[in-house]
């Protein structure tokens, strides 16, 4: 009897270890980030980092800074799938920037990895809350998002 209950105690600890489930508009420091939206289990989702790459860089730049490791806060250095949102994540993003802007954005334009038919890089443009095209050599801000 006494191994069935630690047996059961044990089973029931390691289920609440990873069980953990995240709210919207959350910083993480176990996911590297702020948390800008999750699935219906609370499990898993997409989050963003906290800090802006350190200069603009173009739209084929964006792509290898969003995987510098020294880009990011410590925690989130350790996560190797960092990469540029999506068009739909940047609404996210912009979502949180209105209300109270949790995640420290800045009011500049970010890239979306998301072309447009003429093979320019979208950007959103948080203060004017605007999306546009750009040529792929313009130099603007790109924050990482990554999935848990």
């Known amino acids: 009897?006494?191994?069935?209950?630690?047996s059961?105690?044990?089973?029931?600890?390691?289920?609440?270890?990873?069980?953990?489930?995240?709210?919207?508009?959350?910083?993480?420091?176990?996911?590297?980030?702020?948390v800008i939206s999750v699935d219906e289990t609370g499990m898993d989702g997409v989050v963003v980092s906290v800090k802006d790459n350190d200069r603009v860089v173009n739209f084929?730049?964006?792509?290898?800074?969003?995987?510098?490791?020294s880009n990011y806060?410590?925690?989130a250095q350790e996560f190797p799938n960092w990469r540029i949102p999506t068009m739909d994540e940047l609404k996210l993003m912009y979502k949180i920037y209105k209300n109270g802007n949790g995640a420290k954005l800045s009011g500049n334009p970010y890239w979306s990895?998301?072309?447009?038919?003429?093979?320019?890089?979208?950007?959103?443009?948080?203060?004017?809350?605007?999306?546009?095209?750009a040529g792929p050599y313009a130099t603007y801000n790109v924050r990482g998002v990554r999935d848990f």
């Open 1 to 6: 009897m006494k191994k069935l209950f630690l």
């Open 8 to 34: 059961t105690l044990l089973l029931l600890l390691t289920l609440s270890v990873y069980s953990q489930t995240y709210n919207v508009n959350t910083y993480y420091e176990e996911l590297g980030g702020y």
């Open 60 to 69: 084929c730049e964006a792509y290898s800074a969003v995987r510098t490791a």
């Open 73 to 75: 806060e410590t925690t």
């Open 113 to 133: 990895s998301t072309p447009t038919d003429k093979g320019m890089g979208v950007l959103g443009f948080f203060d004017k809350s605007t999306v546009f095209g």
